[in-house]
């Protein structure tokens, strides 16, 4: 079992920055990505940001430029600089994690951006 502890939301005005955090922790074992996906609410779960196993990433075309998601050297821990952030960023962000065709979730963490 693998388990993800989230950190690093919280309440920002637009334009301000935020980091987000997740440590991946248990049985690793043939990783094919970890990411960010968000949930506002109303809406269905949508993909922010991934990085695959190799470096590879791609991102949500709205965040592009805005946000970065990078990763420590053992590829247990994933992050998310969020720059510029906008009302519509507004949601949980969840992080995820892919291996053997299995998705992990973890407890998500609130961001709210006012104006």
């Known amino acids: 079992q693998v388990h993800l502890a989230e950190s690093g939301g919280g309440l920002v005005q637009a334009g301000e920055s935020l980091r987000l955090s997740c440590a991946a922790s248990g049985r690793i074992i043939r990783l094919t990505s970890m990411g960010w996906y968000r949930q506002a609410p109303g809406k269905q779960r949508e993909l922010v940001a991934r990085?695959?196993?190799?470096?590879?990433?791609n991102y949500k075309d709205s965040v592009k430029g805005r946000f970065n998601i990078s990763r420590n050297r053992a590829r247990t821990a994933v992050y998310l600089q969020m720059n510029n952030l906008k009302l519509e960023d507004t949601a949980v962000y969840y992080c995820?994690?892919?291996?053997?065709?299995?998705?992990?979730w973890g407890q998500g963490t609130q961001v709210t951006v006012s104006l």
């Open positions: 995820n994690l892919q291996q053997l065709g299995t998705d992990f």
């Open positions: 990085m695959t196993y190799d470096g590879n990433t």
